[in-house]
Each structure stands twice: as structure tokens, then as C-alpha cells.
């Protein structure tokens, strides 16, 4: 986790959907100086000075006696990838959430997803690009992002590349096992941020004073899947992966975190070349 630290302008915040980057997020605010909550349907972890709290951001009737809180941050993830999921979680629970709150937040910060985008020919994407998304789960963080602009809550949404980092080395399987595939020489580019990089960013958002309603939350260098992919086969020791498509429904764009670095964001990992490599180093 980055040591960056940010001014404490929301004394109380609750993280609902602490799994992995939102665990992460309560650990850097409770360093910065925040009361910390955080909601999760498991068991939850005891005296780390962050308030566990348990319940299912999908059945409201788990979700009484919440404190007091100046700031909601919204890291939800899905058990299983397809629309009614995302739709219950991302939509509903973030309603559900909010609703269920003693008192309104004064910034929601929400976790969405590039996936907004849609398709862009290769070309650099920002925050002021249309979105378009072509796969349900990018027209249901648009919904989602679409109403908590509408509530008054102070409502941010931080675009996330795709995530990597410790637990999240399913690539290096598909590598060693030879299943990968990529678009070879065709211009077709990897988004990525490292999760720590991500809880950094999250922090950051919540600690500006007049921040904009859209991040776009990505490290410094957008790769082609082929570079990336054949950089990381290198150091596995294991053949390059052969010509194949592209991921399906994600779209092809660079994405720019200009803005986000313009607001005092610094990744740690600004090249996942170097990030997975630290991942292997251990």
C-alpha cells in the first residue's frame, strides 16, 4: 500500500464491499486518520481499529443500525458475472445502501469500471469520452453511476481499469498452461492498475475538495495485449501465447489518467510490466 498520505476532510467513513480493493481503501483512510467502517457478508476481521459490520448490500433488511457516516465509499464485487448479479449489486445495493444510512453521505465515492467505454479503435479515452458500453456489465455501471448523480450525495465514480496484483495472478496460470491467446500486431491495448494503486486513487478522490463527478482510474502506460502478454511469458519461462482475439466486450482504447494525476495521483506501478514482475519477485 502507497504511504501517501491525504488531508482528513470526512472524519467518518463506511467502505461497503470490503473484499480485496476496498479492504485495502479502509487500511490507507484508517492510516490517514479516519474513523473507519466497513460492511462485507463475511465474517469479519477484529481489533485492526477499523468497525467491521456485517450484511449483503443486496437484502436491505441486513442493513439497519448503520452508523453515522460523513463519506460512503462503494467497492461491491460480484460472485458470479452476469447481468442480474451486477444489476443487483451495482444498482440496487448501492440504492439500498444509501437509503439505509442514518444520515445522507456528503461524498459517495463508487467503484465502476472502464467497461463504460465500450469500443474506441485503439484510440486515448478520457473522462469527457462518451460511454458506450457494449456488454452488460458496462451499461450497468453506467445505470448505477446515472443515479447516484442524481441523489445529492456528492456522488464520484472512479472508471477502474482491469485490476492486478497479489490473489489476482490468474494470468500467469493461463500463461504457463498455454491458454492465453492474444491480437497479434494489431494494436489492441491492456488497461491496467495495480490494487493498491487503485485503493490510493479511491483515498485521493475522497480527500479532494471539489473533485469531478468521473475518474478514469488507470496506471501511466497502456499496452499492447501482445507486448504485455509476451513481456510476461519472458519472464515466466514459458512460450509466447499464439495469435488469437481479443478479449470479448471490453473494447479496444487507451485509457488516460491524466485527470487523476492532474489531482496529485501518483502510481506506484505506472507499467504493469513492472508490477506482474514484483508479483513473481514475491
Known amino acids: 500500500m502507497l504511504a501517501t498520505s491525504h488531508p482528513k476532510r470526512y472524519e467518518s467513513v463506511l467502505v461497503a464491499g470490503a473484499g480485496d480493493v476496498g479492504s485495502r481503501v479502509a487500511r490507507q483512510l484508517l492510516a490517514d486518520g ?3 467502517f466497513a460492511l462485507r457478508r463475511g465474517e469479519a476481521a477484529d481489533g485492526d481499529g477499523i468497525g467491521w459490520l456485517r450484511g449483503d448490500l443486496t437484502q436491505p433488511a ?7 457516516v460523513e463519506a460512503l465509499i462503494y467497492a461491491a464485487a460480484p ?12 444498482v440496487d445495493g448501492l440504492r439500498h445502501i444509501v437509503d439505509a444510512l442514518p444520515v ?5 465515492v ?6 463504460v467505454y465500450g469500443e474506441h479503435g485503439g484510440d486515448w479515452v ?11 456489465s458496462g451499461r450497468v455501471m453506467r445505470d448505477a453511476e446515472q443515479w447516484l ?5 456528492g456522488g464520484v465514480s472512479v472508471r477502474l481499469a482491469g485490476l492486478y496484483g497479489p490473489g489476482r495472478t490468474q494470468l500467469f496460470e493461463r500463461l504457463r498452461d498455454g491458454q492465453a491467446r492474444v491480437p497479434r500486431g494489431q ?14 486513487a479511491l483515498a485521493l478522490v475522497l480527500s479532494l475538495p471539489d473533485p469531478a463527478p468521473v475518474y478514469v482510474g488507470v496506471d501511466n502506460t497502456p499496452l499492447p495485449i501482445d507486448v504485455l502478454y509476451d513481456h510476461l511469458a519472458g519472464l515466466l519461462g514459458v512460450p509466447l501465447p499464439p495469435d488469437g482475439p481479443g478479449p470479448v466486450g471490453i473494447g479496444n482504447k487507451r485509457l488516460s489518467n491524466a485527470l487523476l494525476q492532474a489531482s496529485g495521483f501518483r502510481c506506484r506501478w505506472p507499467d504493469a510490466r513492472a508490477g506482474y514482475a514484483a508479483l513473481l519477485a514475491g
Open 34 to 36: 479516519h474513523r473507519v
Open 187 to 200: 494494436g489492441v491495448y491492456a488497461n491496467r492498475i495495480h490494487v493498491d494503486d487503485a485503493a490510493a
Open 104 to 108: 445522507p453521505p456528503r461524498r459517495t
Open 149 to 153: 448523480a442524481s441523489r445529492g450525495v
Open 62 to 68: 441486513t442493513l439497519r443500525d448503520l452508523p453515522s
Open 110 to 115: 463508487f467503484v465502476s469500471s472502464s467497461a
Open 126 to 136: 478520457d473522462e469527457s469520452t462518451p460511454v458506450a458500453p457494449g456488454a452488460f
Open 79 to 90: 460472485d458470479a458475472r452476469d447481468e442480474d448479479a451486477y444489476r443487483a449489486l451495482y
